[in-house]
């Protein structure tokens, strides 16, 4: 493995991305766990830039550290006392390691006849290669093409609205209590 | 796409942290510094602060942020869809306008339930 | 540049780093330096609005008072509430900074003068505006304060918010030119796109006014009535670069607007002298610049509850509407995916323009009626409460 730029700047990325990732878990600050978050998520974005993927990159920005992890800062205040959460080590982190385990195996599992069926054989071999192909230039266009073909993904597109929709539903009934309309009675059609 | 455009977003994200460092490393050296302790204490509307700073918040703030979520979500969905757009027949508006619809669905569910009016 | 340097003997890799950086130093340098200048003609601006003078002691018309301030800001003393987060409080306003200043790198100044075009600016330029909440929620949370931390969380409701309606009127311009680059949406507007989608234009400077938390959507600042926002607790430079980040991000709406609908460098004899563009872009931006200080200094404050209400009950279904819409208009009208002239533009244009005068009408009459029921409503509301109060 040649050290060129594109794998410097890989290493950099991965490091940001998995140190982050460790930082989430082990820091006992909530507040720092998301921004931790956020730099992991930022790191992976770096690394869709570095496979060519920049809309993936941009959209791994826009929806992970613009929405999500806001959205995860905000469920942390609506824990009572924050700051005096303690993280408590309980009898249940044996088994938290094993779940954990088993489910890095079965990813692990999932992704090697993956990798085969796509020929690729030496993953880093690959990746740091002189001149990869370059990716078509109106990619996005055919991904914009294919999310609307019939023939294509315009059933699972439209099954992510339906989604999403009852996702925020789902939510608001959830959240907001029965019976806690703050317009008062007769004026609550009109706005 | 090269990757050359990056270089200059990469080098450019590095030194747009050195450009506002810089004042305020200029003004750590330059400004005068006599720190005492009661100069440090917050102050909130005349009287000492009193219990933890960061109290509960109210589970609205949490729906906002939901439910913008969920657009941000459709949002991107949106993006490939309108740079394809001249390619597309109107077919494609026709899904984008049910795929929408579906979305205004639940915004107008949370609307009736009262959950966008602040209180 | 690049060949300058490969003359002198440099690798080519080495010579495009060397270019690239010292784009990047001009671009940056110029972002801040403009600072100095744009908070002196706001300020000027302002005054007129409001029919004052604005700044005048300090140099001739006033024009050594940034520099005064800049001064007088760095020689403040650093402090630091007690209780706060040490790290994350003197990052957030660096991150603040940051977030706005990465806008510059996809802003073509002039036909070759660009920093980088990339093939995904547009959703570039709404990435990089996450990294302004995450600085919002950064200041708050660190300052130790439960005024900034309100404040903080109500901030990035609203940012949140007005989001959606911003990233709708962006995509106005993606369809209409087929690209999310900046540079192509530039080239491909023959007929501004101000004059063919004027709705959109409204919507992207009323979100846009909000994103940048200045009047009328300021409550959460409010200079005049509370102190200050989830920057409460900042002074010095800290303050300054938050303060530098507002107008940077508040002048960045304005170059934005230039270029996504009011055709960017595009002038008369700006494809052969670049400097030239350079000077259309800039004078279009301030023009732009200029009706949003205009509206802040004109209309009054909004409460939170008027702002969320407007965002989430008004103006993204106006948004999705709108862009609806401009879609199905510029699908029926034929040869719309082939514009490469004014005269194709001319047709397309003359109807949208149409098409959105009419919405224009609609949604004007919305909102009277809206307006209208509003103010009956309290009406109603005080006489009630009037004739509770006499008959005790």
């Known amino acids: 493995m040649d050290i060129t730029v594109e794998s410097i700047v890989f290493l950099i990325f991965g490091v940001l991305t998995l140190g982050s990732a460790l930082l989430v878990v082990t820091t006992r600050n909530l507040f720092h766990g998301a921004l931790y978050l956020m730099a992991s998520l930022f790191g992976v974005a770096g690394l869709f830039v570095l496979l060519a993927a920049p809309f993936l990159a941009g959209v791994q920005v826009v929806v992970y550290i613009g929405a999500i992890a806001i959205l995860i800062i905000f469920a942390i205040m609506l824990t009572p006392q924050?700051?005096?959460?303690?993280?408590?080590?309980?009898?249940?982190?044996?088994?938290?390691?094993?779940?954990?385990?088993?489910?890095?195996?079965?990813?692990?599992?999932?992704?090697?006849?993956?990798m085969d069926e796509l020929g690729v054989d030496d993953f880093a071999a690959d990746f740091t290669q002189e001149n990869p192909p370059d990716v078509p230039a109106d990619s996005l266009v055919r991904l914009g093409e294919q999310l609307v073909d019939p023939q294509q993904f315009m059933l699972p597109f439209e099954v992510a609205s339906v989604l999403l929709m009852a996702a925020l539903i789902g939510a608001v009934l959830l959240v907001w209590p029965e019976g806690t309309r703050s317009t008062p009675p007769g004026e609550a059609g009109d706005d | 796409m090269s990757l050359n455009e990056w270089i200059f977003i990469g080098l450019f994200f590095a030194l747009s942290w050195i450009l506002p460092a810089t004042p305020i490393v200029l003004g750590k050296i330059l400004a005068p510094r006599r720190p005492n302790p009661v100069k440090h204490q917050v102050y909130e509307c005349g009287v000492e602060t009193f219990g933890d700073t960061r109290v509960q918040f109210?589970?609205?703030?949490?729906?906002?942020?939901?439910?913008?979520?969920?657009?941000?979500?459709?949002?991107?969905?949106?993006?490939?869809?309108?740079?394809?757009?001249?390619?597309?027949?109107?077919?494609?508006?026709?899904?984008?306008?049910?795929?929408?619809?579906?979305?205004?669905?639940?915004?107008?569910?949370?609307?009736?339930?009262?959950?966008l009016t602040w209180a | 540049m690049t060949e300058l340097l490969q003359d002198i003997g440099l690798s080519h890799g080495l010579a495009v780093f060397i270019a690239k950086a010292?784009?990047?130093?001009?671009?940056?340098?110029?972002?801040?330096?403009?600072?100095?200048?744009?908070?002196?003609?706001?300020?000027?601006?302002?005054?007129?609005?409001?029919?004052?003078?604005?700044?005048?002691?300090?140099?001739?018309?006033?024009?050594?008072?940034?520099?005064?301030?800049?001064?007088?800001?760095l020689l403040k003393e650093d402090l630091m509430p007690q209780g706060a987060d040490r790290w994350v409080f003197n990052l957030a306003p660096i991150v603040s900074v940051v977030s706005v200043m990465l806008i510059w790198a996809v802003v073509p100044f002039s036909g070759s003068w660009i920093g980088s075009?990339?093939?995904?600016?547009?959703?570039?330029?709404?990435?990089?505006?996450?990294?302004?909440?995450?600085?919002?929620?950064?200041?708050g949370w660190s300052s130790n304060n439960k005024y900034a931390l309100l404040s903080a969380f109500r901030s990035v409701a609203q940012l949140v918010s007005y989001e959606v309606p911003m990233v709708l009127a962006l995509l106005v311009p993606v369809l209409l030119s087929g690209s999310m680059s900046t540079q192509t949406i530039v080239e491909q507007q023959h007929i501004m796109y101000l004059l063919a989608v004027p709705l959109t234009v409204l919507i992207f400077l009323t979100s846009g006014q909000a994103e940048t938390g200045r009047g009328p959507f300021d409550l959460l600042e409010a200079e005049s009535e509370i102190v200050s926002g989830f920057h409460i607790e900042y002074s010095g430079m800290k303050f300054g670069m938050f303060y530098v980040a507002e107008f940077l991000h508040a002048f960045t709406i304005g170059v934005l607007t230039a270029i996504l609908f009011m055709g960017g460098w595009r002038g008369p004899f700006a494809e052969d002298v670049p400097l030239l563009g350079f000077i259309y872009l800039m004078i279009k931006s301030m023009v732009a610049y200029m009706v949003l200080i205009w509206v802040r200094m004109t209309l009054p404050r909004l409460r939170i509850d008027q702002l969320l209400d407007f965002n989430w009950k008004f103006l993204v279904p106006l948004s999705l509407v709108n862009l609806l819409v401009v879609a199905f208009v510029?699908?029926?009208?034929?040869?719309?995916?082939?514009?490469?002239?004014?005269?194709?533009?001319?047709?397309?244009?003359?109807?949208?323009?149409?098409?959105?005068?009419?919405?224009?009408?609609?949604?004007?009459?919305?909102l009277r009626e809206r307006g209208r029921r509003e103010r009956q409503r309290v009406e109603a509301r005080l006489t009630a409460a009037e004739s509770a109060a006499a008959g005790d």
């Open chain 3, 22 to 73: 010292v784009g990047v130093m001009v671009v940056g340098a110029f972002g801040l330096l403009w600072t100095l200048l744009g908070i002196w003609i706001e300020r000027k601006a302002a005054g007129r609005f409001q029919d004052r003078l604005g700044p005048n002691r300090v140099g001739p018309f006033g024009l050594i008072q940034s520099i005064a301030d800049t001064v007088k800001i």
């Open chain 3, 117 to 139: 075009d990339l093939n995904i600016g547009v959703l570039y330029l709404v990435a990089v505006g996450a990294f302004g909440t995450v600085a919002v929620l950064m200041a």
């Open chain 1, 82 to 114: 924050v700051t005096a959460m303690r993280s408590v080590r309980t009898a249940q982190w044996p088994v938290a390691v094993a779940v954990a385990v088993i489910f890095f195996a079965l990813l692990v599992s999932v992704v090697t006849p993956l």
């Open chain 2, 58 to 115: 109210r589970a609205q703030y949490y729906i906002f942020a939901l439910v913008f979520v969920l657009f941000d979500v459709e949002l991107v969905f949106l993006f490939p869809w309108a740079l394809a757009y001249n390619q597309l027949g109107l077919f494609a508006l026709f899904e984008m306008t049910v795929f929408i619809f579906l979305l205004v669905v639940a915004l107008v569910y949370t609307w009736r339930k009262g959950a």
């Open chain 3, 330 to 366: 510029w699908k029926i009208l034929p040869d719309t995916d082939q514009i490469n002239s004014f005269g194709d533009a001319l047709v397309p244009t003359l109807v949208l323009l149409v098409v959105n005068i009419a919405l224009i009408a609609g949604v004007g009459a919305i």
